[in-house]
C-alpha cells in the first residue's frame, strides 16, 4: 500500500458525512444526559447554544420514551451571528467546552478519539453498502464485521488510540482483515496457565495450535539451548509485539524470559471488542482475547495476569449455576466459557505499580469456547449488537429479522426477550447475580429470523454478585461487589433499558414495525410473566421494583468526558456512577 492509499478513505465527502453522523449523535446522546438542553424554537426546531452563546445548532428531532432524542442528522445547521456554518466534530466540542465539562488535560486527547471515530467511519463508508435484509441471511462473521456504528450511548467510541492508520486497516473489525496471532514462549518462573476442569496445558496447546505448530515452536527454543518444558506458550496481539512487548519487556527478551516464536498457522478475525479474535481456520476452535495497550471508550484494553488466574474457575461455577436452574435452562441460556487462561507477570513493574496499573496488563490471553460447535441444524449466529444496527437506507437489522420470521413483531419480541431479558431477571433476583450485558457481549442463536436462545459471554471480567452473604467458593470470591441498595436495579435499568432497549424501541417505531408502547408493553408482560412463574420471589419483587415510576439517569458520556483515560475508578465501580436525575420507567403502571 502506497502512502496515499492509506488515506484513501479521508475524502471531503465522506469526511462531511462522518462529522454530521458524529454531531447528531453529540445532540442526542448529550441532551439525553442533559448537558445540554435544546431549547424548542418557534419554526418547531430545537435549538443548542455554544459556550459563547453566538453559535447556534438547529435541529429537528423526536422524542420518544427514556428521554430518547432521536435527531434528523440531514436536519442539522450551524450558525454563528446568522452565517452558516459547516458542521465540524472538533468544532463542536471546542464550542461547546464548558457545558460538557471537558477539562484542560482530557480536551485534546478526546479530540484525538474523535478523529479516529470519524476516520474509521469515513472508512465503513467507503465499504459496499449491504441492505439489512442481505445482511440477516449473512454469516456470522459477515454480521461482526458489517456493523457500521461502535456502542450506541458513546460518542467518541473508537478511539483506538495507539493505532496508525496501517494498523487500522490491518487490525480493526470493520476491515475485515485476517490476522495471524504472534506466539511468544514465557519462562514459567514469571508466566501461570489456569484451566477449567478436565483441561490441562499440554493437550489443550496441541489441539489449539496444532502438532507440527507446537513442534515448530519447541524447535525454536531448542535451538537456544533451552528446554520446552520450562516455558508456557502466550498468543499475543502482533500490535502488543510491536509497540510494546518489544520494547517495554525488552529486559525479559533479552534474558530469554520471553521468547519470540513466530506466528501462528490458523487465520483469526478481530471481533468487535477488537482485541478478542474468531478463529476462521477452525471456527470450532476457542476465541483468543489478547492483551492490547490501546486506549479505546474510557479504558486501555489491557489483560491483567493476576486476573486471568481465577478466569476459567469463575467461568466453571457460573456454568454449573446456569445448568443446575431450571428457570434459566428453561430459556436456553448458555454461556461460552472462557476456558484456559495465561498470564505473564513482569516483576519489577508489579514492584512500582498498584495492581490496576496498565503496565500490569500486557502480556495475558484467555481462550474462549467458540459457539459455533453448539449451533444445532438451522441455526446461524449474530452478535446482538447488530439488532440496532442501521443500514444506509434507515432499515433496520432488527426489522430484518422480523420480516424474515414472518412472526407478528410482538410475538418475535416476546421469543427474543425470553431468551435474553428473562434470564438476567432471574440472575438478578435469584442470586443477585448481574452480567454486563450489552449488545457486544451477547451473541443470539437464531433460526429463521426467529431468536432461539442467547449466549452471554465476557464471563470473569463483567459479572458480578451484590449479595455480601453469598456462599462463594474461594476462587470465585472477587465476583463479589459492594453495590447500594438504591441502585442495584440500574444493572437492569441502565445496561438493558437504557442502553439497549431504548435504541432498538425507538429504531423499530421509526420503521413503522412496532409502536413505542407495544415494545414497551412487551416487555412489561414478559417481566410479570416471569414473576408470576416464581412467587416465592415476591418480597424480591417488591425489593427491587421493576415497576418503579422511575429510576436514576445513569450517564456514560459523562464518565468519559471527566476522565477517557480510565473512566471508572475499578477500586469502587459503584461509587463511579455519575447519576443526573431520573428518568421515567416506560414499563411503570403497564
Not at 433460526?447 to 476462587?475: C, F, S, W
Amino acid at each position: 500500500m502506497s502512502l496515499a492509499e492509506s488515506v484513501a478513505h479521508l475524502s471531503p465527502e465522506r469526511w462531511e458525512q462522518a462529522n454530521r453522523l458524529l454531531v447528531r449523535k453529540a445532540l442526542a446522546e448529550f441532551a439525553h444526559e442533559r448537558l445540554i438542553t435544546p431549547e424548542a424554537t418557534a419554526d418547531g426546531r430545537f435549538e443548542v447554544r455554544g459556550d459563547d452563546g453566538l453559535t447556534r445548532y438547529g435541529f429537528t428531532a423526536v422524542r420518544r420514551a427514556l428521554d430518547h432524542w432521536q435527531v434528523d442528522a440531514d436536519s442539522i445547521t450551524r450558525q454563528r451571528d446568522g452565517v452558516d456554518l459547516p458542521l465540524a466534530a472538533l468544532d463542536f466540542f471546542i464550542e461547546l467546552k464548558q457545558s460538557l465539562g471537558l477539562s484542560d488535560a482530557i480536551l485534546p486527547v478526546y479530540l484525538e478519539e474523535v478523529s479516529s471515530t470519524l476516520s474509521g467511519t469515513c472508512y465503513k463508508l467507503t465499504k459496499p453498502q449491504i441492505p439489512v435484509a442481505e445482511l440477516a441471511r449473512s454469516g456470522f462473521q459477515a454480521i461482526e464485521t458489517g456493523m457500521t456504528e461502535g456502542h450506541p450511548c458513546f460518542v467518541a467510541n473508537n478511539g483506538r488510540l495507539g493505532f496508525g492508520v496501517h494498523e487500522y486497516l490491518s487490525y480493526a473489525p470493520e476491515t475485515a482483515n485476517p490476522v495471524r496471532l504472534v506466539w511468544l514462549a514465557a519462562h514459567r518462573s514469571r508466566a501461570a496457565f489456569t484451566a477449567g476442569v478436565g483441561l490441562e496445558y499440554e493437550s489443550f496447546v496441541r489441539d489449539e495450535l496444532g502438532e507440527d505448530t507446537v513442534e515448530r515452536f519447541h524447535a525454536v527454543l531448542r535451538e537456544r539451548d533451552l528446554n520446552p518444558a520450562d516455558y508456557l506458550l502466550i498468543p499475543v496481539h502482533p500490535w502488543q509485539w510491536w509497540n510494546k512487548l518489544t520494547v517495554t519487556f525488552a529486559a525479559e527478551v533479552a534474558r530469554g524470559h520471553l521468547v519470540c516464536l513466530g506466528e501462528g498457522d490458523d487465520e483469526y478475525l478481530a471481533q468487535q471488542s477488537i482485541r478478542t479474535f474468531f478463529n476462521t481456520s477452525a471456527p470450532e476452535k476457542h476465541y483468543v482475547k489478547t492483551a492490547l495497550s490501546v486506549l479505546n471508550m474510557g479504558f486501555m484494553r489491557g489483560l491483567s495476569a493476576a486476573y486471568m488466574e481465577a478466569t476459567p474457575a469463575i467461568n466453571d461455577w457460573l456454568a454449573q449455576l446456569i445448568e443446575g436452574d431450571p428457570v434459566l435452562k428453561g430459556t436456553g441460556l448458555s454461556i461460552i466459557r472462557e476456558r484456559a487462561a495465561v498470564g505473564y507477570r513482569h516483576l519489577e513493574y508489579e514492584a512500582a505499580t498498584d495492581r490496576y496499573s496498565p503496565y500490569r496488563k500486557m502480556l495475558a490471553a484467555l481462550w474462549r469456547e467458540s459457539p459455533v460447535a453448539s449451533l444445532r441444524e438451522g441455526e446461524s449466529l449474530a452478535t446482538m449488537a447488530s439488532l440496532v444496527h442501521v443500514d444506509h437506507e434507515g432499515a433496520s437489522f432488527a426489522g430484518a429479522l422480523i420480516e424474515q420470521s414472518g412472526l407478528a413483531p410482538t410475538e418475535w419480541l416476546r421469543r427474543y426477550l425470553t431468551a435474553y431479558f428473562t434470564p438476567l431477571l432471574h440472575s438478578f433476583y435469584a442470586y443477585d447475580l448481574v452480567f454486563m450485558p450489552h449488545g457486544e457481549n451477547v451473541i443470539l442463536v437464531l433460526k429463521d429470523g426467529v431468536v432461539e436462545r442467547a449466549i452471554y459471554k465476557d464471563i470473569a471480567e463483567e459479572i458480578a454478585v451484590m449479595d455480601p452473604d453469598a456462599v462463594l467458593p474461594p476462587t470465585v470470591e472477587r465476583v463479589r461487589v459492594d453495590v447500594p441498595e438504591d441502585t442495584k436495579l440500574l444493572s437492569i435499568f441502565t445496561d438493558v433499558f437504557d442502553c439497549f432497549f431504548r435504541f432498538l424501541a425507538a429504531n423499530l417505531a421509526t420503521e413503522g414495525i412496532l409502536s413505542e408502547d407495544d415494545f414497551w408493553r412487551t416487555v412489561a408482560e414478559v417481566t410479570r410473566a416471569y414473576q408470576a412463574e416464581l412467587p416465592e420471589l415476591a418480597d424480591k419483587f417488591r425489593q427491587y421494583d421493576m415497576f418503579a415510576p422511575e429510576f436514576a439517569l445513569s450517564c456514560l458520556n459523562r464518565l468519559q468526558l471527566r476522565n477517557n483515560q480510565q473512566m471508572v475508578d475499578l477500586t469502587d465501580p459503584a461509587g463511579a456512577l455519575q447519576l443526573i436525575g431520573t428518568l421515567k420507567n416506560p414499563i411503570a403502571g403497564l
